[in-house]
Protein backbone atom coordinates (compact mmCIF):
# COMPACT_ATOMS: atom_id res chain seq x y z
CA UNK A 1 0.00 0.00 0.00
CA UNK A 2 1.47 3.16 -1.01
CA UNK A 3 1.56 5.74 1.74
CA UNK A 4 3.00 8.79 2.54
CA UNK A 5 2.97 10.82 6.12
CA UNK A 6 3.67 14.34 6.93
CA UNK A 7 4.93 15.66 10.31
CA UNK A 8 6.77 18.57 11.68
CA UNK A 9 3.87 20.83 11.10
CA UNK A 10 3.16 23.74 14.01
CA UNK A 11 3.03 27.02 15.14
CA UNK A 12 6.56 29.15 14.84
CA UNK A 13 6.81 33.15 15.01
CA UNK A 14 7.99 35.13 11.76
CA UNK A 15 11.42 34.55 11.29
CA UNK A 16 11.84 31.00 12.90
CA UNK A 17 12.17 27.57 11.14
CA UNK A 18 10.60 24.27 11.27
CA UNK A 19 12.12 20.96 9.51
CA UNK A 20 8.45 18.52 7.84
CA UNK A 21 9.69 15.34 7.21
CA UNK A 22 7.75 13.08 4.58
CA UNK A 23 7.62 9.11 5.21
CA UNK A 24 7.00 6.46 2.31
CA UNK A 25 6.68 3.16 2.44
CA UNK A 26 4.57 0.92 -0.02
CA UNK A 27 7.18 2.37 -2.41
CA UNK A 28 10.69 3.71 -3.28
CA UNK A 29 10.52 6.95 -2.96
CA UNK A 30 13.81 7.64 -5.34
CA UNK A 31 11.88 5.90 -8.01
CA UNK A 32 9.40 9.20 -8.41
CA UNK A 33 9.51 12.72 -8.57
CA UNK A 34 9.28 14.21 -5.14
CA UNK A 35 7.64 17.44 -4.03
CA UNK A 36 6.43 19.75 -1.29
CA UNK A 37 3.49 21.37 -1.86
CA UNK A 38 1.03 23.72 -0.03
CA UNK A 39 -2.88 24.80 0.10
CA UNK A 40 -3.72 28.04 2.16
CA UNK A 41 -7.39 28.36 2.58
CA UNK A 42 -9.54 29.54 -0.26
CA UNK A 43 -6.20 28.83 -2.60
CA UNK A 44 -4.93 26.11 -5.06
CA UNK A 45 -2.67 24.32 -3.86
CA UNK A 46 0.86 24.99 -5.29
CA UNK A 47 4.02 23.39 -5.32
CA UNK A 48 6.93 24.87 -2.88
CA UNK A 49 9.81 22.09 -3.79
CA UNK A 50 10.39 19.17 -5.99
CA UNK A 51 12.85 16.88 -6.98
CA UNK A 52 12.44 15.60 -10.66
CA UNK A 53 12.88 12.10 -11.10
CA UNK A 54 14.41 12.06 -15.01
CA UNK A 55 17.72 14.23 -13.31
CA UNK A 56 17.16 14.37 -10.11
CA UNK A 57 17.11 18.55 -10.36
CA UNK A 58 14.82 20.85 -8.18
CA UNK A 59 12.64 23.37 -8.89
CA UNK A 60 12.02 25.91 -6.14
CA UNK A 61 8.64 27.86 -6.39
CA UNK A 62 10.27 31.97 -6.70
CA UNK A 63 8.65 32.67 -2.77
CA UNK A 64 10.33 30.54 -1.22
CA UNK A 65 14.37 30.44 -2.82
CA UNK A 66 17.02 31.01 -0.72
CA UNK A 67 14.71 29.92 2.37
CA UNK A 68 13.52 26.33 2.29
CA UNK A 69 15.28 23.75 1.43
CA UNK A 70 14.41 20.06 0.41
CA UNK A 71 16.59 16.92 0.82
CA UNK A 72 16.59 13.38 0.22
CA UNK A 73 17.32 10.33 2.57
CA UNK A 74 17.17 7.29 0.21
CA UNK A 75 17.83 5.06 3.22
CA UNK A 76 15.08 5.93 5.23
CA UNK A 77 12.59 6.73 2.16
CA UNK A 78 12.00 9.87 3.82
CA UNK A 79 12.33 13.50 2.23
CA UNK A 80 12.55 16.42 4.58
CA UNK A 81 12.19 20.57 3.59
CA UNK A 82 13.61 22.59 5.84
CA UNK A 83 12.16 26.00 6.02
CA UNK A 84 13.88 29.08 7.41
CA UNK A 85 13.01 33.10 7.55
CA UNK A 86 9.40 31.95 7.74
CA UNK A 87 6.87 34.78 7.16
CA UNK A 88 3.34 34.91 7.64
CA UNK A 89 2.31 34.34 3.81
CA UNK A 90 4.10 30.76 4.54
CA UNK A 91 0.55 29.39 6.89
CA UNK A 92 -0.58 26.69 5.27
CA UNK A 93 -1.04 22.93 5.28
CA UNK A 94 1.83 21.76 3.72
CA UNK A 95 1.58 18.32 1.63
CA UNK A 96 4.08 16.17 0.45
CA UNK A 97 3.35 14.40 -3.19
CA UNK A 98 4.97 11.56 -5.44
CA UNK A 99 4.31 11.44 -8.94
CA UNK A 100 6.23 11.78 -12.51
CA UNK A 101 6.57 15.23 -13.48
CA UNK A 102 9.34 17.90 -14.42
CA UNK A 103 8.05 20.35 -13.07
CA UNK A 104 6.15 21.07 -9.39
CA UNK A 105 2.38 20.88 -10.88
CA UNK A 106 0.22 19.35 -8.56
CA UNK A 107 -1.66 18.10 -12.07
CA UNK A 108 1.48 15.22 -12.10
CA UNK A 109 1.34 13.60 -8.81
CA UNK A 110 -1.13 11.31 -8.07
CA UNK A 111 -0.03 10.49 -4.64
CA UNK A 112 -0.18 12.33 -1.50
CA UNK A 113 0.42 12.38 2.55
CA UNK A 114 -2.70 13.75 4.16
CA UNK A 115 -0.98 16.90 4.98
CA UNK A 116 1.10 19.19 7.91
CA UNK A 117 -0.42 22.20 9.36
CA UNK A 118 2.20 25.25 9.36
CA UNK A 119 1.14 28.62 10.90
CA UNK A 120 3.80 31.79 10.97
CA UNK A 121 2.60 33.94 13.49
CA UNK A 122 3.53 36.32 16.34
Known amino acids: QVQLVESGGGLVQPGGSLRLSCSAS????????IGWFRQAPGKVREGVVC????????NYANSVKGRFTISRDNAKNTVYLQMNSLKPEDTAVYYC???????????????WGQGTQVTVSS
Open 51 to 58: ITNSDGST
Open 26 to 33: GFTLDYYA
Open 97 to 111: GAGDGEYCDPADFGS
